[in-house]
């Protein structure tokens, strides 16, 4: 109890949570040392096979960050107030007791141990990022599990894609609180894989005929006219988009070929992904739609044909659940969990693999020419067909080298408007996201949605680097303003956006002057006079004085009172949205020249 350990002179402050964690291991080695010696026993083994069940032990503690979680997101607490424990499965019949995990793949989730009372909301905190690492390493990460522990008082969580559920508090001093953390623990050992938040249908793999471990994905293909699911296995060693966010669309990039022996060449790329549905049953078939309304059109167009994705195949993902196969949705994956908040379904795209993706480029040079390309596809593919892409990012163009150079080729279209239809749901990254879209997601779309993105993607880049090598050696100062585009709430980021795009002086100084000196950086400036000084447009800013009065930036602030319009000043996307085409003509000329230019100085390195 609370009491024994602060009676008397003993005040352990620095060794409490360590003290609790202890205790806390020693309960799950515990309950897993009596499962393994009933699961050893004859007459269990023909119950319980000993091979679909497993052990969950705690785990000696190893790094497994996200190089790419951002710090800032949780909360500093003394970390001599929390301890981590971390638990995976292992064979039933392995030694019970503190164990070194092999690869990254076992780990179950979790568990936070804090001292104070008030520190449940910094354990969440905490919990929070560990699941968000745990789902950018371990590619089969479906959903995760996570627990909170105060001397007597543990909590489980689930971390699904939109919801986090907690569990009522079980309390280990008494019989029932300890039942029902018993109760979990076994289910963890007994149940099906699945519940444990893995995939079966991406499987980790050992080979001794090939030297580093892969991954088996199945891709399902429906036959609705015979009522057939039909499955092909592809092998991949290279995931080239993990997935980076805590909730939301849970989206994975792999490089894969149909032949284990030809994993080092793949040929297609497959994209992991949960969409949303209206329903458990409904499927988002907007990528599929409209690659091939794009492809049985530009296919004539010698110009345009390559500057698309070629789909291979989509369809839902399948689990099996008792003997029947069933479709991986949010809805049969928490069937015994209160009702999430959106439906989601799990599916598998394959593209052929035009190239690489453009956060792989060696250097500015191919990016522009992607951009450049890339906004070239968009605005054929609206004025043609009214296809609005709304997914931009760098993971949706892809790099392919021909033998006439270097070209764009726009992919992931699973956020397509087509024929003006909306698309309310919020896209895989809001740092990419128009500021319009951003405050208001059920909004008319507009190309200048699209084309704000691209530029975007040209300041990102511009700043930490086109490719893993350049952002592993970056140094990100921690009062760069560019940071307030990838944290916080959509309004947030929208405000901010807002804020540091209100001038071109403010823009000058505040984003490009800590861009790299390339040419991204001469882009981002051009692109950004284009899309917010056009003369109808008045910049990016919508405030009234007694807003401005509360703007505690003073160069902001001055900035914004010496504009002529500042006590008349409207919202300006409405507005930009009447001179699409003026200034989408604009943009189409800016890029074409960075294009050429570009590319003369590839032809000439």
Known sequence: ????????????????????????????????????????????????????????????????????????????????????????????????????????????????????????????????????????????????????????????????????????????????????????????????????????????????????????????????????????????????????????????????????????????????????????????????????????????????????????????????????????????????LPSVSQARQHRRTVTKLEGSLISEADNESQVVIAIADAMAALHAAHAKYKILHGNISDRAILLQKTADGIKGVLANFDYASIGGDSVAETPESMLFQSILSLENPRTGRSPLEDAESLFYLACILGTFGINREQRAEFVADPDMSILDWSKGTAEYIADMKRLNLATEGIFVKRIQACMHDGPLRNLALDMYKALFRHPGTLGTMHITNAELEKIRDDDIAAALRALPEINNLRDSFPLRNGFASEITKNLLEIVARHRDVALEALNAA
């Not at 996200?66 to 949780?74: K, N, Q």
């Not at 109760?183 to 793999?205: A, K």
């Open 1 to 336: 109890s609370d009491e024994s350990l602060y009676s008397g002179d003993f005040e352990p402050i620095g060794i409490y949570a360590d003290y609790v964690a202890t205790c806390f291991e020693s309960f799950m080695l515990f309950v897993a040392h009596h499962i393994n010696e009933y699961l050893m026993l004859g007459s269990a083994s023909e119950l319980l096979g000993p091979e679909d069940c497993r052990l969950i032990l705690p785990i000696a503690s190893y790094d497994m960050e996200d190089e790419d979680s951002d710090a800032s997101s949780v909360a500093y607490v003394d970390p001599a107030d929390f301890a981590t424990i971390e638990y995976g499965m292992f064979p039933i019949g392995s030694s019970v007791e503190r164990q070194t995990a092999p690869v990254p793949h076992v780990v179950v989730g979790d568990a936070e141990v804090v001292r104070h009372k008030y520190d449940y909301n910094e354990a969440k905190l905490r919990l929070a990022k560990k699941t968000k690492a745990l789902f950018f390493n371990q590619h089969s990460r479906r959903f995760a599990w996570g627990l909170t522990a105060r001397s007597c008082t543990i909590r489980a969580y689930v971390f699904g894609m939109d919801d986090i559920w907690a569990s009522p508090d079980m309390d280990i001093a008494s019989a029932e609180g300890r039942l029902a953390l018993i109760l979990l623990l076994v289910d963890w050992s007994l149940c099906p894989v699945d519940r444990l938040g893995f995939d079966p249908s991406i499987r980790y793999t050992l080979s001794k005929r090939i030297d580093n471990p892969y991954l088996e994905i199945d891709i399902y293909e429906v036959d609705e006219s015979m009522g057939l699911v039909e499955k092909r296995t592809y092998y991949s060693q290279r995931c080239v988009g993990a997935a980076d966010y805590l909730t939301g669309r849970h989206t994975r990039y792999f490089a894969a070929s149909t032949d284990p022996k030809l994993m080092g060449e793949p040929a297609v790329l497959i994209k992991d992904v949960w969409s949303t549905s209206g329903n458990s049953s409904a499927s988002d078939t907007r990528e599929s739609s409209a690659l091939n309304i794009l492809h049985t059109e530009f296919d004539r167009s010698s110009k345009l044909s390559d500057s698309f994705a070629r789909l291979v195949s989509t369809g839902p993902v399948y689990i099996k659940q008792g003997d029947a196969l069933v479709e991986d949705t949010t809805t049969t994956a928490f069937v015994e």
